[in-house]
Each structure stands twice: as structure tokens, then as C-alpha cells.
């Protein structure tokens, strides 16, 4: 018997991981899949992490640039005390007490710090490109949904075509065997239904097993549990319109923002560098608590100054060079991340025109290779055709249900690719 490439299903599987013929979807929508991975899957809570985490390093590059309070308490056991009697006086005046006690009350303000001001403003655009890179991931996390749900879609109308397939295997055998005790059939025609029986049978057990597995995708992608798959409308083969507006919308995704927002601190990071290289100045004002008077004979006393501090050497020179070369990495980056997002949106695009091209093509190819299969049974029971026609147009019949499941399914997905490369709401169907 011919084999058409396909002797064992699993390899066509592999190719066939979406499916809708009449087609199926989940009992919730794509939309409840997408709304619940924003929050629940993986890589959505370890950006919302980073945003936090990039934002409170923001508050940290903030506080070198404000006012710090710090309290010091120090006890000293000297070995001798110092002390003068006061002429004329029945006083002591202790300069160095046994146990001496001080406490320090100190306030530092920077006044002048352009290095660690453009270090605040770098450290800002990190932030808000972590909150960019949320949306980016969003969108990442988006797509794996929409992949997991259209295998699921697929590898449940695959069961639905396998188990049609065993019914018109077990028809045929019936046939056959009636035809067999007539003395119109003969054993090799049976054994060949029985083998498509079987055959029919390992399809049926690889769907289910793809339909357990895409289900679990879905499931570890979106933290939502599918439901059962239910029939929907399949695609009414639109097209989407002309491709220059999805492409202008691709140039404001959240992955070119995140790169925008990257570049402008790589250029804070280098004007930091730079500004390294000018002087600092700072104020201090301290208050000194303490038992040992000296000659002031005064328990506290207070000290103001103003530090200017210029340090100049080769690492700092060398670390200015190193970002301004960092900068320049980065605005490459920015190029690729903008060229990046509108190939993502014009493979969509092509995808989607070749989809709908596919999709009706698959469509009369099913179309037809179903009615061939009620040919072939109706002219082998009329004896004018071979046991082989009928099981191969029945295999035929099959894989040409499941070439339009794939065709249907890859539509679907390249349409919502196209939305998601695009900014656009993947329940927004409407064409540019």
C-alpha cells in the first residue's frame, strides 16, 4: 500500500500543531488566556520584580544627592586625666576626664555633585525602561499565549478528525467484511481495513496526546486552566488592509520605547563619566557633645565647612572613553531594535496573505478529497473499485482535514502575530 510520506502519524503531527477544521476554540476566549498571563505567568511577575527593583535603585541614585543625617556616640577610657586648678579658684578644669564621653551630630549636604546627578538621571531612565519592558514583555508573553491557544484550538479539532477518521475505518471494514461472506471481498481486503482501522487508531492516540500537552502549554504560559474546546466560525479570509500602516504602528511598540529609554541612559552614564572629571563641593555642620571641655570648659560646641574636592586620574579619563563608547552601542542597538520591530510586523503581514492564500486552498483540498473518499466506498461497493482506493482516499481524506486545521490555525496565529508586532489589540479585527 502507498504510504504518501505519512506512514506514521507522529511526523505529521509535529507539522500539524494547529487545527481548527470546522474548528474549535476553548471555552474562554484568547482574551481571558492574554488578560490572566499579564499578572500570573513567569516572566510577567520578574518584570513587574525589575520594575521594582530598577525604581527603587532610582531612589538610591536620589538620596547621593540630598542631605544625610548621622549620629555618633563614642566612649574612651584614658589612662590619666588632664586637669589645671584655675588660679584663684577652688575649680578644677578637667581638659581629659578617665572616661570620656562624646556624641557627634552631623549633617552633610551636597552642594555641587554633577557626576552623581547625571548618575540620578541615568538611573531613571532605567526605571522607566523597566516599566517599558513590562509592556515588551507583555507582548513576549502575549505571543507565546497566542501560540500555546492556537495548538490547543489544533490539536483538539485533530481528535475531532481522527475519531471521524476510525468511524469511516470501521464503516469500511464493515463493508468489507459483508462483502467478504458474499464472496465479493477478498482477506487481503480485509487486512487492508483492518490496517487503516489501526492506522486510524495511532492518529487518534497522537492527537490526544498533543491535545494533553498544548493544554498544559496554555496552562503554564497564561496560569489559566482551558476548558473544553467548543466549534467556532472559521476565518472569513479578509485581508488586512495595506502593510505601510502596520508598519508605522510597529515604530511605537514597548520594545522600541524600552531601547529609546536604554539610550538615554547609556547618554546619562556618559555625561556621568564625564562630569567625574569636574569638581565637587559640600557642606557639613557638626555638633560635638562631650565631657572633655579642654580649655573652652564648654559641653558642646559646633563646627560648619564647606569642602571643595577636585580629584583628577587616568581610570576616570579611561572610564569616560568606555561610556562614550557605550553610547554609541546603544544607538546601534536602538537602530536594530526599530529595524527588529518592523520585520516582526512585516513577516506578520506576509504570513497573513499567504495564510488566507493557504487557508482556501486547504479548504478545497478537503473538499474534495472528502468527496473522493465517498467515491471510492461507493464505487468499491459497486465493484468498481479496489479495497486500496478506498483506504487511501480515506487517508487521504484525513491528512487533507488536518492540512486545513494546520492552514486555518496558522491564519489565526499570523493574524494575531501581525496585532502584537503592531501594538494593535489582538480582539481588534479590524484591516489598516
Not at 36 to 48: I, L, M, N, P, Q
Amino acid at each position: 500500500m502507498k504510504r504518501c510520506g505519512f506512514g506514521r502519524i507522529s511526523g505529521a503531527l509535529a507539522a500539524l500543531w494547529l487545527a481548527f477544521p470546522g474548528s474549535a476554540q476553548a471555552t474562554q476566549p484568547l482574551d481571558a488566556f492574554l488578560e490572566r498571563a499579564k499578572t500570573h505567568s513567569f516572566d510577567a511577575r520578574e518584570a513587574t520584580a525589575m520594575e521594582q527593583q530598577r525604581a527603587s535603585e532610582a531612589d538610591a541614585a536620589v538620596g547621593r544627592l540630598t542631605p544625610s543625617f548621622s549620629a555618633r556616640g563614642v566612649y574612651t577610657r584614658n589612662q590619666y586625666e588632664s586637669a589645671v586648678q584655675l588660679p584663684g579658684t577652688a575649680t578644677k578644669l578637667v581638659i581629659t576626664p578617665l572616661n570620656q564621653l562624646d556624641a557627634f551630630l552631623q549633617l552633610d549636604v551636597p552642594i555641587l555633585d554633577l557626576a552623581n546627578y547625571h548618575r540620578y538621571k541615568a538611573a531613571s531612565a532605567l526605571a522607566a525602561s523597566a516599566t517599558e519592558q513590562k509592556g515588551a514583555t507583555t507582548v513576549d508573553v502575549s505571543r507565546s499565549v497566542a501560540k500555546s491557544y492556537y495548538q490547543f484550538l489544533g490539536a483538539d479539532a485533530l481528535v475531532q478528525s481522527a475519531r471521524e477518521s476510525i468511524k469511516a475505518a470501521l464503516a469500511n471494514l464493515k463493508n468489507v467484511d459483508d462483502r467478504r461472506a458474499a464472496g465479493a471481498a477478498t482477506d487481503l481486503d480485509h487486512e487492508r481495513a483492518a490496517a487503516s482501522v489501526a492506522r486510524a487508531e495511532q492518529d487518534l492516540a497522537d492527537a490526544e496526546l498533543s491535545a494533553a500537552l498544548a493544554g498544559r502549554a496554555l496552562e503554564t504560559f497564561s496560569g489559566l486552566t482551558p476548558g473544553p474546546a467548543e466549534p467556532m466560525p472559521e476565518d472569513d479570509l479578509h485581508g488586512e488592509g495595506q502593510l505601510g500602516p502596520w508598519l508605522a504602528l510597529a515604530a511605537s511598540t514597548p520594545s522600541q520605547r524600552v531601547a529609546r529609554r536604554l539610550g538615554e541612559a547609556a547618554e546619562q552614564n556618559r555625561k556621568a563619566a564625564n562630569r567625574a572629571l569636574f569638581p565637587t563641593l559640600a557642606g557639613s555642620a557638626q555638633e560635638r557633645i562631650t565631657n572633655a571641655t579642654g580649655f573652652s570648659g564648654r559641653t558642646s560646641a559646633y563646627t560648619l565647612q564647606l569642602v571643595l574636592s577636585w580629584r583628577l586620574d587616568y581610570g576616570t579619563i579611561a572610564s569616560n572613553d568606555a561610556q562614550s563608547a557605550a553610547l554609541e552601542v546603544q544607538r546601534v542597538k536602538v537602530e536594530r531594535s526599530r529595524r527588529a520591530a518592523e520585520d516582526g510586523a512585516f513577516e506578520a503581514f506576509r504570513r497573513v496573505e499567504a495564510g488566507v492564500a493557504k487557508s482556501r486552498a486547504a479548504r478545497a483540498q478537503a473538499s474534495a478529497a472528502a468527496r473522493a473518499a465517498a467515491l471510492s466506498a461507493d464505487r468499491y461497493s459497486a465493484g468498481v473499485a479496489t479495497q486500496l482506493d478506498v483506504t487511501q482516499a480515506q487517508r487521504d481524506a484525513f491528512l487533507a482535514a488536518a492540512a486545513q486545521i494546520q492552514a486555518d490555525a496558522d491564519l489565526a496565529f499570523a493574524r494575531a502575530s501581525l496585532r502584537l508586532a503592531s501594538g494593535v489589540p489582538v480582539s481588534d479585527k479590524r484591516p489598516r
